[in-house]
């Protein structure tokens, strides 16, 4: 999800462009966060031996500064900052969160200066370049790879096809784009990604912290309901969890338990990623049976050009505007598609591709907000069940 980009897929993200997330769980009592949800009067206690034990250091701290860590001295944790603490109590209220347990969680994050790199936008001037974005996916390797998976998991992907109208193309295609089919899902701690992007998120660009405390609170509420030791969870560096990169936020309102076993897995249960990936594209607008895409000439004066690629890939104008303003779409059935949006791709120093994008294209790029990605995660998808057909 969830975190919408641009013209890079999700590190989210890598949601949200974008890299990725594996969620695990410790064992009861492996870690402070199951002591503190097992025994609220140990975990005070414990909290209150730390801070005796750190007092000096914490006491010559700045305010704005993360504490360094007694433990791990190459890294530095949100500790008792104040502001970490308001925040951890603005998400307890927010969330319905136990606030000492909040705090507890909170306390334990980690600063990370990569995250901080790694959020910021790419240097101004880079030239977008389909071809180039494609190759990255459409591949030998991933395309193997993807067959593997539909094979393996094909009662679940003709399940999600049945309930939720979206093909099991489609969803092959986002889950081999977003993670290589589980295979790059990130290592960052969750906790640690969100609470830096929440309470030192870098200048620069826009700031999107509000949009991360929100996620580090849902993530919050999502460990206390599955019974996740927070510190566990892994992910991309924006937070983006499991197979599907799934922002917390996205699990808590559109992911299920596919399989029934009474828990959702986006990190380690295929049932359930593809279950909610087609959950997620359903809720944002498919619709069953229509095309992604058709075969479009754009209108060779500029003008009326610039006019149908001004609403970007929005759903705007009927097949019959399209053509009153020079479009030319090839496919026979476009004619009954509904609204459609020219697409523009652009290859660099070559010329632009183009295409007419659907309603159900559009909900692709619900998942991540571009073009590029959701061109690919389709062609992808196509070049899978080509590859399996093949071997019939």
Same mark, same amino acid.
């Given at each position: 999800?969830?975190?919408?980009?641009?013209?890079?897929?999700?590190?989210?993200?890598?949601?949200?462009?974008?890299?990725?997330?594996?969620?695990?769980?410790?064992?009861?009592?492996?870690?402070?966060?199951?002591?503190?949800?097992?025994?609220?009067?140990?975990?005070?206690?414990?909290?209150?031996?730390?801070?005796?034990?750190?007092?000096?250091?914490?006491?010559?701290?700045?305010?704005?500064?993360?504490?360094?860590?007694?433990?791990?001295?190459?890294?530095?944790?949100?500790?008792?900052? +104040?502001?970490?603490?308001?925040?951890? +109590?603005?998400?307890?209220?927010?969330?319905?969160? +136990?606030?000492?347990?909040?705090?507890?969680?909170?306390?334990?994050?980690?600063?990370?200066?990569?995250?901080?790199?790694?959020?910021?936008?790419?240097?101004?001037?880079?030239?977008?370049?389909?071809?180039?974005?494609?190759?990255?996916?459409?591949?030998?390797?991933?395309?193997?790879?993807?067959?593997?998976?539909?094979?393996?998991?094909?009662?679940?992907?003709?399940?999600?096809?049945?309930?939720?109208? /979206?093909?099991?193309?489609?969803?092959?295609?986002?889950?081999?784009?977003?993670?290589?089919?589980?295979?790059?899902?990130?290592?960052?701690?969750?906790?640690?990604?969100?609470?830096?992007?929440?309470?030192?998120?870098?200048?620069?660009?826009?700031?999107?912290?509000?949009?991360?405390?929100?996620?580090?609170?849902?993530?919050?509420?999502?460990?206390?309901?599955?019974?996740?030791?927070?510190?566990?969870?892994?992910?991309?560096?924006?937070?983006?969890?499991?197979?599907?990169?799934?922002?917390?936020?996205?699990?808590?309102?559109?992911?299920?338990?596919?399989?029934?076993?009474?828990?959702?897995?986006?990190?380690?249960?295929?049932? +359930? /990623?593809?279950?909610?990936?087609?959950?997620?594209?359903?809720?944002?607008?498919?619709?069953?049976?229509?095309?992604?895409?058709?075969?479009?000439?754009?209108? /060779?004066?500029?003008?009326?050009?610039?006019?149908?690629?001004?609403?970007?890939?929005?759903?705007?104008?009927?097949?019959?505007?399209?053509?009153?303003?020079?479009?030319?779409?090839?496919?026979?059935?476009?004619?009954?598609?509904?609204? =459609?949006?020219?697409?523009?791709?652009?290859?660099?120093?070559?010329?632009?591709?183009?295409?007419?994008?659907?309603?159900?294209?559009?909900?692709?790029?619900?998942?991540?907000?571009?073009?590029?990605?959701?061109?690919?995660?389709?062609?992808?998808?196509?070049? /899978?069940?080509?590859?399996?057909?093949? =071997?019939?």
């Amino acid at each position: 999800m969830h975190r919408p980009a641009a013209s890079r897929p999700p590190l989210r993200l890598p949601t949200w462009g974008l890299v990725l997330a594996l969620a695990a769980v410790l064992a009861p009592g492996a870690s402070q966060a199951a002591e503190t949800r097992r025994s609220p009067v140990a975990a005070k206690a414990a909290a209150k031996a730390a801070a005796k034990h750190r007092a000096g250091r914490a006491a010559k701290a700045p305010a704005h500064k993360p504490v360094r860590s007694d433990h791990e001295p190459d890294l530095v944790t949100y500790g008792r900052r +104040d502001d970490a603490m308001q925040l951890a +109590d603005t998400l307890a209220e927010r969330h319905g969160l +136990d606030a000492d347990w909040t705090r507890a969680q909170l306390a334990q994050a980690r600063y990370l200066p990569v995250v901080t790199r790694l959020i910021m936008p790419p240097p101004a001037g880079t030239a977008k370049n389909w071809a180039a974005y494609r190759a990255r996916f459409i591949e030998p390797d991933r395309v193997r790879a993807g067959a593997a998976f539909w094979d393996a998991q094909a009662r679940w992907l003709d399940a999600a096809e049945q309930r939720y109208g /979206v093909p099991a193309s489609v969803v092959v295609g986002i889950i081999g784009v977003e993670t290589f089919y589980g295979r790059v899902t990130g290592n960052f701690r969750v906790l640690d990604a969100l609470a830096t992007l929440s309470l030192d998120f870098p200048k620069g660009r826009k700031d999107r912290s509000e949009f991360f405390r929100d996620e580090l609170g849902q993530f919050l509420r999502l460990a206390a309901t599955e019974q996740l030791a927070p510190n566990a969870v892994k992910g991309s560096f924006a937070g983006a969890i499991g197979l599907g990169q799934f922002m917390p936020g996205s699990i808590n309102r559109f992911a299920v338990d596919f399989d029934e076993d009474g828990h959702i897995d986006m990190a380690a249960n295929p049932a +359930d /990623v593809i279950g909610s990936v087609a959950h997620y594209l359903a809720s944002h607008g498919w619709q069953r049976g229509l095309p992604t895409h058709h075969a479009i000439k754009p209108p /060779v004066d500029t003008a009326d050009r610039a006019a149908l690629l001004a609403p970007d890939i929005l759903p705007s104008f009927t097949p019959t505007q399209m053509a009153a303003l020079g479009a030319v779409l090839d496919d026979a059935g476009a004619a009954s598609a509904g609204p =459609l949006a020219l697409v523009e791709l652009q290859n660099g120093d070559a010329a632009p591709s183009y295409i007419a994008g659907t309603q159900n294209f559009y909900a692709v790029t619900r998942y991540n907000w571009s073009s590029y990605y959701a061109l690919s995660v389709i062609e992808l998808g196509q070049a /899978v069940a080509a590859a399996r057909a093949a =071997l019939r």
